[in-house]
């Protein structure tokens, strides 16, 4: 019981929190249930989570609040439940730092595949054929072997989704890759319009100016490509 995969649902929903600690438990995972923000802290507090499906719309701290908040300490993968699907609801989601974002109601058997999709992408890395050398670009580097992002000695904290796809850009340094390409990799989870939120997201953590980057550039007509240094 205890190697099984560890979530914590959050939501303020007794009847939807309770019926995905059942759907869940069912499907392999060990699953504890919490009303709101403050519970979740409690919690985070006491016990170790591979992932949190959070509910945006909730009485007092809203779902988006405490993953911006998590966010500056924690790398535990999140995934947003709300009805509020339209594409600016999401985006504003994935800015919050969480890793996908699914609206309701949704099919239990998605909210499954997603959870597995992106806790297989926690787990499958480091990849075969990145080689044990960090990558260089400019004052960074980036462990391969640890998915971890550093400004000298100082390491930058990257969500789960920044550092798959962080990694999928060190891994084919100097190779356009498109949108496509991002998305069939696995290193982005959703759509086009999710990858480039993703590409700024990743810039504001790398470039002096996102606007005109050194590293994480455009290249018109095909995508986008890391610079790394020779």
Known sequence: MDDLPHI??????????????QYLSQNGFRVTGVADANEARQRLLALTFDLIVLDVMMPGETGLELTADLRRTERVPILLLTAMGEPEDRIAGLESGADDYLPKPFEPRELLLRIRTILRRVAEAPGPGG??????????????????????????????????????FVERAGTPLSREDLLECNAVNGNVRTVDV?????????????????????????????????
């Open 8 to 21: 914590l649902v959050v939501d303020d929903d007794s009847r939807l929190r309770s019926l995905l600690h």
């Open 131 to 168: 080689g044990d050398d960090p990558v260089r670009f400019g004052e960074f580097h980036f462990d391969l072997r640890q998915d971890q992002l550093y400004r000298g000695p100082l390491r930058i904290r990257l969500t789960d989704a920044e550092t798959g796809l962080l990694r999928a």
């Open 198 to 230: 993703q590409i700024t997201r990743l810039r504001r953590k790398l470039e002096q100016d996102p606007k005109f980057p050194r590293y994480l550039q455009t290249v018109r007509g095909l995508g986008y490509v890391l610079k790394a240094d020779a």
